[in-house]
């Protein structure tokens, strides 16, 4: 158990919906990261946050949108849902965000859309 | 763009033999991991090699960064069951953004 819990665990929905993931990193840490993980791209970095501000962004697409929380928690929303949003989201947080720091990841959600 | 390949994708081995698998890429990383991640959850941390030529070693794994800092190498000795998984290896580039590979799927044979 690495300490970051992520909510729901599976989801299921249908094309051009919207839907919000949830993470609560581990107590004591500032940053959060957000990841995709689909068999043909594998482990894509999407955004990372620091303290509640955006530090760095990766290959979020525009429909996707994340924030922090003032208790630390993140969500990652994901509107106008395609079939090629299917895919496993990961939350993983570390204590300041540094480029050395170890990142601890979540059990993810599975994101199934019909 | 910056990609990290890996290979083999897939191998299949019988326990206690030794295996190596490897990380290319054709940029400069200012370091780069290596994970492990089992099914249904998420990747774990194994190692961070930051100096060009670094050696880590972790009870029979061994990893390598390569001298220009644009590859690595994971070698498993005497390969036990409790190894497989799926090894992602990630460089952070000079924007400390984190690039995947694609990882090896490892999968060991009793």
């Known amino acids: 158990d690495s300490g970051v819990t992520q909510t729901p665990k599976h989801l299921i929905t249908a094309t051009g919906q919207r839907v919000t993931l949830r993470c609560s990193p581990r107590?004591?840490?500032?940053?959060v990261y957000w990841y995709q993980q689909s068999l043909d791209q594998g482990l894509q970095f999407l955004i990372q946050y620091y303290n509640g501000e955006e530090r760095a962004k990766g290959n979020i697409l525009e429909r996707f949108s994340a924030q922090q929380f003032p208790d630390l928690h993140s969500e990652l929303n994901l509107s106008s849902l395609e079939l090629g949003d299917s895919a496993l989201y990961f939350c993983?947080?570390?204590?300041?965000?540094?480029?050395?720091?170890?990142?601890?990841f979540g059990p993810g959600t599975r994101l199934l859309v019909l | 763009t910056q990609l990290l390949e890996q290979s083999p994708q897939f191998l299949s081995i019988q326990e206690g033999e030794n295996l190596t698998v490897y990380c290319n890429s054709s940029?400069?990383?200012?370091?780069l991991q290596w994970y492990r991640q089992e099914p249904g959850e998420g990747p774990v941390l194994l190692v961070t090699v930051v100096t060009g030529g670094e050696v880590k070693k972790l009870k029979r794994l061994t990893f390598q960064f390569g001298d220009a800092r644009k590859d690595s190498s994971l070698h498993i000795t005497a390969a036990q069951t409790g190894d497989t998984g799926l090894y992602l290896c990630a460089g952070v580039n000079r924007d400390d953004k984190i690039i995947f590979g694609k990882g090896t799927r490892l999968h060991i044979l009793p």
């Open positions: 107590s004591g840490d500032l940053s």
């Open positions: 940029s400069v990383f200012s370091s």
């Open positions: 993983a947080s570390s204590s300041r965000g540094g480029r050395f720091e170890t990142q601890y």
